[in-house]
Every structure is written in C-alpha cells, then in structure tokens.
C-alpha cells in the first residue's frame, strides 16, 4: 500500500469516528449547560419531598378515595379572597365530567362566612377548619392537589392581583384535567 492510501483511510476512519462521537459530545454537553426546555408541562409546583395529608392532621378515610384540591383561606377575607375563591368554585365547576372523582375542601381558621359560603357551592364543597399542623405546612390562599391516597401532587399559589386570576383558574384546570386523565384511581 502506497503512503497515499493509508493516508485516505486514517482520513476515512477518523471521519467514521467523529460521524458517531460528535453527537454524543454535543447531547452531554446539551444536557450539562442546560441548552434546552426540558419540557415542562405543569402548572403548579410540583411537591419535591413526600407530604401526605395524614401530617396535615387530616384523615384521608374521610374523603373516599377522591381527589383533593384543598384551598386555605386567608384569615382576612377581602374583596380579592371572594374573587379567589370563585376562580376556584369555577375551575371545579369547569371540570365538567370529572367533578364527582373530586372533592373540593375550603380550610379556613374560622368558620365560613355567609358571603363565602355563597361563592362557593356549598353542596359541593367541605369546609374544614384549620389546624395548627396545617397552618404549618401550607401557605395562605395556597390550593394543595392531593391523590386519592393522601399524597399532596402539587401547589398553586393564588395570585394578589384581580388581572391574574384567569391564568391562575386556567393553570390549576389543566392540571387537573392531565392528572384525572392519566389517573387509574379515584
């Protein structure tokens, strides 16, 4: 073999190599420098650390197997928290076919007032008093999705201004939707 073809095939050969390497070197350093969405499709905070609601002093016997989405009140309740909670009473209302794997709970210090039960459905709605457990653990005007075992899925934090409250009732109804959609239970 002449000098000339054994350069053409060294030539040959490292092209074959950097053909099947350099994707492999471009995926790893993708995937470290973060270049890309991971593709999030989400609403709310996901729950990193496990949190039943047994540690939130409710029992989950209670609820029959459904899912939960448990809003906390702020103990002041004004104009904003009425809006609040009728994003809320929407977005469950707006689950349409689903509504009865749900069961919405109102969690409030004191007990509802008669123009909150009024914005909410109270044939649909439970309303719990708070404990000091779950003040603990959940932040005011926070909405807790919880499976039907007692494990809380997500968090959606309600918005303070009256604009954001559409987005918000969107965020937290899509989010249901997928996890009813692609749940066996409840």
Same mark, same amino acid.
């Given at each position: 073999?002449?000098?000339?073809?054994?350069?053409?095939?060294?030539?040959?050969?490292?092209?074959?190599?950097?053909?099947? *390497?350099?994707?492999?070197?471009?995926?790893?350093?993708?995937?470290?420098?973060? &270049?890309?969405?991971?593709?999030?499709?989400?609403?709310?905070?996901?729950?990193?650390?496990?949190?039943?609601?047994?540690?939130?002093?409710?029992?989950?016997?209670?609820?029959?197997?459904? &899912?939960?989405?448990?809003?906390?009140?702020?103990?002041?309740?004004?104009?904003?928290?009425?809006?609040?909670?009728?994003?809320?009473?929407?977005?469950?209302? *707006?689950?349409?076919?689903?509504?009865?794997?749900?069961?919405?709970?109102?969690?409030?210090?004191?007990?509802?007032?008669?123009?909150?039960?009024? @914005?909410?459905?109270?044939?649909? &709605?439970?309303?719990?008093?708070?404990?000091? @457990?779950?003040?603990?653990?959940?932040?005011?005007?926070?909405?807790?999705?919880?499976?039907?075992?007692?494990?809380?899925?997500?968090?959606?934090?309600?918005?303070?201004?009256?604009?954001?409250?559409?987005?918000?009732?969107?965020?937290?109804?899509?989010?249901?939707?997928?996890?009813?959609?692609?749940?066996?239970?409840?």
């Amino acid at each position: 073999m002449s000098e000339e073809n054994v350069q053409k095939s060294r030539r040959n050969l490292l092209l074959v190599i950097a053909v099947f *390497a350099v994707p492999i070197v471009l995926a790893k350093l993708a995937l470290e420098q973060q &270049w890309f969405n991971y593709g999030v499709t989400n609403k709310g905070q996901l729950e990193e650390q496990p949190l039943h609601i047994s540690s939130l002093g409710l029992n989950v016997d209670e609820f029959d197997k459904k &899912w939960l989405m448990i809003y906390r009140l702020p103990t002041n309740c004004d104009k904003l928290c009425l809006q609040q909670m009728m994003s809320v009473n929407n977005t469950f209302i *707006a689950l349409g076919k689903e509504t009865p794997r749900v069961k919405p709970i109102a969690m409030s210090v004191d007990a509802l007032t008669e123009q909150q039960q009024k @914005q909410l459905t109270a044939t649909q &709605w439970l309303s719990l008093s708070e404990n000091e @457990q779950f003040q603990q653990q959940v932040d005011a005007t926070q909405l807790l999705i919880v499976d039907p075992l007692g494990n809380v899925v997500m968090r959606h934090t309600a918005p303070v201004k009256t604009e954001l409250l559409p987005p918000f009732g969107k965020a937290v109804l899509s989010d249901m939707k997928k996890l009813l959609k692609y749940s066996k239970i409840g």
